[in-house]
């Protein structure tokens, strides 16, 4: 099937074709005439499905007749709203390539920078928003955005806003949009929450499945390596010396954790940088341009600032710190073999994550490669560090105030 059988207009196919698309991907391919009929649709698939642009490409052609409206009277007709602002960056960088030869105007509006030059833009009237749900709620409080003419509203990794505890935010915003809207939620699994939250909101929705959530991409390698705790830090460097070669991006569970390995590696003359939470919003995208564009090599991200970033190229994923959930295994080596390129997946486990192992083999259906061959091989009969507390309970045995507060004192009453 072509993009020209998706019954898609000129100025669209155009802008396609020249953003080096050939063939609509399967979830496209599925999923586009039904957005084009105004059908509700939920849409389970991985990143790297190319389902920003199954939601892009329809809302584009639809919007398309009305494109000439003077921009001040430009009213949003399609809200987008994402869980992460790279992730928010990164569609509104996909509805402008397929936008290029038309007149609709976009926007992204995310918190952690400041909220006037948002303002200015919206000011100016625009077609499409895409926003995180903190921000869009402050700027629509304050007047600045207009939810009244919303026709299309689509809600992205909609199972990772629902983590983050955007919950309460996303129904908020959906009831400010208008009762005939059409709703797009996409996400990468489908847990009781978003069915709950799908149920509410959409209306008799079609459901587009592709591939398993549980699928890893045959085209990546994935190796473990059984190694103590303390020991992580210098397999890693192991590895990196002798092993990992290329662009990597290497997944750690906590801040501190990424901090940490970054000023290690850097301090062994390795071209590294970091993303998480506590970064402002201009740090993580340098971080992320200098990563594109080659000025290091090495990414080091917890996975709510790493989730839907998109990178060509990438050679390699370090799981240092295995996930509690065997899903954000699958989106973690999801990243490296895309577009039928070959990738390798390493992943480092201490005595206290061999549970980890057992449900992501259990997930992916696959028992991953051991390598017994490193200098730090963990003792097979090693046991789960527990840190145990010498105290013995609480010291007030009844109700929680002290003795020496439990004495008359004078009150001031």
């Not at 009831?175 to 909101?201: D, G, H, M, W």
Request: aromatic letters at 6%; proline letters at 4%; glycine letters at 4%.
């Amino acid at each position: 099937m072509s993009f020209k059988d998706l019954k898609l207009n000129r100025p669209l196919l155009r802008a396609v074709a020249e953003a080096g698309y050939d063939n609509p991907t399967l979830v496209q391919e599925k999923t586009i005439p039904l957005i084009l009929e105004k059908r509700d649709v939920i849409v389970s698939a991985q990143t790297g499905t190319g389902k920003t642009a199954a939601f892009a490409l329809p809302i584009l052609q639809s919007l398309f007749d009305r494109q000439d409206a003077p921009k001040k009277g430009k009213q949003v007709k399609a809200l987008i709203i994402s869980p992460t602002r790279e992730l928010a960056s990164q569609i509104e960088e996909n509805f402008k390539t397929y936008s290029a030869y038309t007149n609709l105007r976009t926007a992204v509006v995310f918190g952690g920078i400041s909220i006037e030059p948002q303002k200015e833009v919206l000011k100016k009237g625009l077609d499409i928003l895409i926003a995180t749900p903190g921000r869009l709620l402050d700027l629509h409080k304050q007047d600045f955005v207009n939810l009244d003419y919303v026709e299309t509203l689509v809600l992205d990794e909609a199972d990772l806003m629902l983590d983050m505890g955007f919950i309460d935010d996303v129904k908020k915003i959906e009831r400010l949009c208008t009762k005939e809207k059409q709703v797009l939620l996409f996400s990468a699994t489908i847990p009781y929450k978003v069915e709950q939250l799908a149920n509410s909101i959409l209306t008799n929705p079609e459901r587009i499945e592709v591939a398993q959530n549980s699928s890893t991409s045959k085209n990546v390698n994935q190796l473990l390596y059984f190694v103590p705790k303390k020991n992580k830090i210098e397999l890693c460097l192991h590895l990196l010396r002798n092993t990992i070669k290329g662009n990597i991006i290497i997944f750690r569970r906590t801040k501190f954790g990424v901090e940490k390995l970054e000023k290690t590696l850097v301090k062994n003359g390795y071209k590294a940088d970091s993303i998480h939470g506590d970064k402002s919003q201009t740090a993580r995208q340098d971080a992320l341009d200098r990563f594109k564009k080659g000025d290091v090599n090495i990414l080091i991200a917890t996975d709510v600032a790493a989730r839907g970033i998109d990178i060509n190229n990438l050679d390699a994923v370090v799981n240092f710190d295995l996930p509690n959930i065997p899903e954000t295994y699958v989106h973690r080596i999801g990243r490296t073999a895309r577009a039928g390129n070959k990738g390798m997946a390493y992943s480092l486990c201490s005595a206290d994550e061999k549970t980890y192992i057992q449900t992501i083999q259990q997930l992916i259906q696959l028992q991953l490669d051991v390598i017994d061959e490193h200098p730090y091989p963990l003792d097979p009969k090693a046991k789960p560090i527990v840190h145990k507390s010498n105290k013995t309970g609480s010291k007030h045995k009844k109700g929680r105030k002290s003795e020496a507060s439990k004495k008359k004192k004078k009150r001031w009453y």
